[in-house]
């Protein structure tokens, strides 16, 4: 006993469509993972230049402060023929009476 069993057209199309489906999950998958890649590694370029133009900034803001410094001013005025003489500073409490 044989039985003749013929698909339909409905199972004909949804087995062709499975398999349609499987392969585009596939390769939207590799597609994704590579895109995810690529996209990493240009975060990484972009984080390393980041960095490395925070020390470049950092290096000047030290240079700054060592070229801003009471003490090197004072020597480059003093080389230039200038004198530097600290005055007396006056202070005043405002809100307090004198009075006890």
Known sequence: MKKNKRETKFEKFAKK???LSLILFALGVVALNSYESTLN???QKVEKE???IQS???SLDMKKQELASFS???SIATSKGYKY???SVATSI???SEEE
Request: proline share 0%; hydrophobic share 45%; glycine share 4%.
């Open 17 to 19: 469509f499975l398999a």
């Open 41 to 43: 590694v240009n975060c």
């Open 50 to 52: 980041i960095s490395s």
């Open 56 to 58: 470049d900034i950092d």
């Open 72 to 74: 090197r001013i004072s």
């Open 85 to 87: 003489k600290q005055s």
């Open 94 to 96: 405002v809100g307090v």
